[in-house]
């Protein structure tokens, strides 16, 4: 093993006009979270521990989109998903359709460790997570000022895909493997800016945004139909069991072969502590740092 790393990430296909200032926002926003995970590891907290810390500060901060940044539905309200998977046993939870839950990434824990179920979806989530006794808000607390805007020029230009029109932000994500090898990634988001009311994307699908298992964890963002198609997150695994990859290979190949015609990118780790990023988008908000002392943060 080659020792703990970590990687988090903020969005695949950043506008290439995205003013200076946000631009080292973001970037600065990644590294506090870097610096949260390398902590935590430092501790020896387990992976699927720091995963879903990390999450969580992503989650808390408006500036990407997951948690209170979440992007709007094409009715102004927030639809949040998001999933978690511990690599060692494949342990898994996910949620989508959440309106009131603060931090998605935590409920979507609960159901991996309190329910005997692996997904829970609106209202049967919203409920359990009443039940949890999780931090409950009102939707209002999710819609900023900087969506509101952003969904008026989704609607003037009828997009609800990627479009460099709208500058919406990003899904976050992390993936880590601790000391002793056990893989683990977390993925939040609130999906696509003027999506339908009842969309679901990748973030919170096993194998396609967010996998993890004893070779690896990986997490996606991007186009989540084309991400779906793909099965992106477990094609990185499967040709690493199958054809004998490389972390690096492997995450260059499913970029390259997988994708057809999507735009995506994608953060992961091995078990043998190395860790790469991957995208076919014009950037992506993305930082790594590793036991031995690396740490990078970047965009393009």
Same mark, same amino acid.
């Given at each position: 093993?080659?020792?703990?790393?970590? #990687?988090?990430?903020?969005?695949?296909?950043?506008? =290439?006009?995205?003013?200076?200032?946000?631009?080292?926002?973001?970037?600065?926003?990644?590294?506090?979270?870097?610096?949260?995970?390398?902590?935590?590891?430092?501790?020896?907290?387990?992976?699927?521990?720091?995963?879903?810390?990390?999450?969580?500060?992503?989650?808390?901060?408006?500036?990407?989109?997951?948690?209170?940044?979440?992007?709007?539905?094409?009715?102004?309200?927030?639809?949040?998903?998001?999933?978690?998977?511990?690599?060692?046993?494949?342990?898994?939870?996910?949620?989508?359709?959440? %309106?009131?839950?603060?931090?998605?990434?935590?409920?979507?824990?609960?159901?991996?460790?309190?329910?005997?179920?692996?997904?829970?979806?609106?209202?049967?989530?919203?409920?359990?997570?009443?039940?949890?006794?999780?931090?409950?808000?009102?939707?209002?607390?999710?819609?900023?000022?900087?969506?509101?805007?952003?969904?008026?020029?989704?609607?003037?230009?009828?997009?609800?895909?990627?479009?460099?029109?709208?500058? #919406?932000?990003?899904?976050?994500?992390?993936?880590?493997?601790?000391?002793?090898?056990?893989? #683990?990634?977390? %993925?939040?988001?609130?999906?696509?800016?003027?999506?339908?009311?009842?969309?679901?994307?990748?973030? =919170?699908?096993?194998?396609?945004?967010?996998?993890?298992?004893?070779?690896?964890?990986?997490?996606?963002?991007?186009?989540?139909?084309?991400?779906?198609?793909?099965?992106?997150?477990?094609?990185?695994?499967?040709?690493?069991?199958?054809?004998?990859?490389?972390?690096?290979?492997?995450?260059?190949?499913?970029?390259?072969?997988?994708?057809?015609?999507?735009?995506?990118?994608?953060?992961?780790?091995?078990?043998?502590?190395?860790?790469?990023?991957?995208?076919?988008?014009?950037?992506?908000?993305?930082?790594?740092?590793?036991?031995?002392?690396?740490?990078?943060?970047?965009?393009?």
């Amino acid at each position: 093993m080659g020792g703990w790393a970590i #990687a988090v990430h903020g969005g695949a296909g950043v506008d =290439p006009n995205l003013p200076k200032e946000r631009q080292e926002e973001g970037m600065r926003l990644l590294g506090r979270c870097l610096d949260v995970g390398i902590s935590a590891l430092r501790s020896n907290i387990p992976a699927i521990d720091v995963v879903e810390l990390v999450v969580r500060e992503l989650e808390t901060d408006p500036l990407f989109n997951s948690g209170r940044g979440s992007v709007l539905t094409e009715n102004g309200t927030v639809e949040m998903e998001a999933s978690i998977m511990d690599g060692p046993k494949r342990r898994c939870g996910a949620v989508s359709g959440l %309106t009131t839950v603060k931090n998605p990434i935590s409920l979507a824990r609960l159901v991996m460790d309190k329910s005997p179920h692996s997904y829970l979806a609106f209202s049967g989530a919203e409920e359990f997570a009443e039940k949890q006794g999780v931090a409950l808000v009102d939707n209002e607390y999710f819609i900023t000022e900087n969506n509101v805007a952003m969904l008026k020029l989704a609607k003037e230009v009828n997009s609800i895909v990627f479009d460099y029109r709208i500058p #919406a932000p990003g899904t976050v994500g992390c993936v880590v493997v601790d000391k002793e090898g056990r893989c #683990a990634a977390a %993925t939040s988001t609130g999906g696509l800016m003027n999506k339908m009311r009842g969309r679901i994307g990748d973030s =919170p699908l096993f194998g396609c945004g967010t996998y993890a298992c004893e070779l690896c964890g990986v997490s996606c963002t991007g186009e989540g139909e084309a991400i779906n198609r793909s099965t992106l997150a477990r094609e990185v695994a499967a040709v690493m069991e199958y054809k004998g990859l490389n972390l690096h290979e492997a995450v260059d190949f499913v970029i390259r072969n997988r994708l057809d015609e999507g735009k995506a990118g994608l953060i992961a780790v091995s078990k043998k502590g190395e860790v790469v990023s991957g995208f076919n988008t014009t950037g992506m908000f993305r930082g790594c740092a590793t036991e031995d002392g690396f740490m990078e943060v970047g965009i393009w």
